[in-house]
């Protein structure tokens, strides 16, 4: 009788215990959660200045300012974009003297930037930056805006730049450095990155 009520007692403390005969629960972060070790990115603020040189002279320079968060590999890295611009009337010239006015088309012109960022284990990050831009030349000018009616066809010029380099916190680079066939401008697109903190 007496280890009858022992088995009872047992049972009955068994019961009430909290988590009694259940697995214990893993955390959420652990290693056995399922989820993949996730560390926190590493915010980044990242200048890039789009100039053009005529010559010695220095005839426009384009700052544009991202936020990037650097994330480790072997993850794709995180990336910012940015893309400002705007679509660009012209007449077509093939449109005849008769049609009053004549359609009007639309190109985007502007600027796309593509920038991410990795950590390395020296402290530096490595910083990938596409950057395409586009703008509009007649009549040997730069055109800002406005519908295009000129005499000669526009001319669509634009450059594509795409590399990588490895910089550390508070330096600037310069990424590339070409020249404009067209006008014979120089560009140079100079980059610097800061953490956030």
Known sequence: M????????????LAISPGAGEPRAQTQDGPQSGKPDMKPGIPLQVQVVISRFQGDKKVSSLPYTLAVNAGPPPLLRP???????AEVP?????????VSGGPVEYKVFGTNIDCGATPTDDGRFQVALTIEDSSVF??????????LNASEPPIMRSFRFANELTMRDGQSAQFT???DRITGEAIRVDVTINVIK
Not at 2 to 13: G, S
């Open 2 to 13: 007496i280890k009858h009520l022992q088995t009872i007692a047992l049972a009955v403390a």
């Open 79 to 85: 990336r910012s974009q940015l893309r400002v611009g």
């Open 90 to 98: 012209w007449r077509r010239m093939d449109t005849p003297v008769s």
């Open 138 to 147: 007649v009549d040997g000018q730069a055109v800002q805006g406005g519908v």
């Open 177 to 179: 450095a070409a020249t």
